[in-house]
Antibody, heavy 115, light 107 residues
Framework: EVQLVESGGGLVQPGRSLKLSCAASGFTFSNYGMHWIRQAPTKGLEWVASISPSGGSTYYRDSVKGRFTISRDNAKSTLYLQMDSLRSEDTATYYC????????WGQGVMVTVSS | DIQMTQSPASLSASLGETISIECRASEDIYSNLAWYQQKSGKSPQLLIYAANRLQDGVPSRFSGSGSGTQYSLKISGMQPEDEGDYFCLQGSKFPYTFGAGTKLELK
């Protein structure tokens, strides 16, 4: 059974950093692209970043480019999202997902950026 | 960026009714379109991928169709467990973009 478990969320002040993790199990992690998607409270879904199976290619939405870094450790079957220079508009539930069509999602982790 | 225009924003359906939700892309997305269901407080679940392919385990009353810029999700026979929010996603070009969502309720 595919499982994705996010961790690392919380309350952080504007301008500070946070690192999210997504522990994967139930599939061969190193064979699949991985993604981060977020959802602000009572809002729709917004794609944030993607990474290729090897980690050699990464993609970001413009609003996080230069502030967020997606990475992966295939030996640990874990996906990461390093979030720097956080802004209030980054407040959201962050989901990791796998597969070309976001086939499977984690339960999500809440990130609140507020002073 | 490719804009995904989803309609309607909300829908109320009776038990057994057939409903459709539409997504229109601002350019051709070559059937790189997926549909998701999200129930309250839960993470989204993939229903349809590649415009018309049913994800494993999804009831056959769900179906997808379309090509080019116009796509639709059909539920043939509304069930109580189908209540929730529905989103489309274009996976043709980065940045991937979602439709704004459709809230489906049982009348």
């Amino acid at each position: 059974e595919v499982q994705l478990v996010e961790s690392g969320g919380g309350l952080v002040q504007p301008g500070r950093s946070l690192k999210l993790s997504c522990a994967a199990s139930g599939f061969t992690f190193s064979n699949y692209g991985m993604h981060w998607i977020r959802q602000a409270p009572t809002k729709g879904l917004e794609w944030v970043a993607s990474i290729s199976p090897s980690g050699g290619s990464t993609y970001y939405r413009d609003s996080v480019k230069g502030r967020f870094t997606i990475s992966r450790d295939n030996a640990k079957s874990t996906l990461y999202l390093q979030m720097d220079s956080l802004r209030s508009e980054d407040t959201a539930t962050y989901y990791c997902a796998t597969g070309a069509y976001f086939d499977y999602w984690g339960q999500g982790v809440m990130v609140t950026v507020s002073s | 960026d490719i804009q995904m225009t989803q309609s309607p924003a909300s829908l109320s359906a009776s038990l057994g009714e057939t409903i459709s939700i539409e997504c229109r892309a601002s350019e051709d997305i070559y059937s790189n379109l997926a549909w998701y269901q999200q129930k309250s407080g839960k993470s989204p679940q993939l229903l349809i991928y590649a415009a018309n392919r049913l994800q494993d385990g999804v009831p056959s009353r769900f179906s997808g169709s379309g090509s080019g810029t116009q796509y639709s999700l059909k539920i043939s026979g509304m069930q109580p467990e189908d209540e929730g929010d529905y989103f489309c996603l274009q996976g043709s070009k980065f940045p991937y973009t979602f439709g704004a969502g459709t809230k489906l309720e049982l009348k």
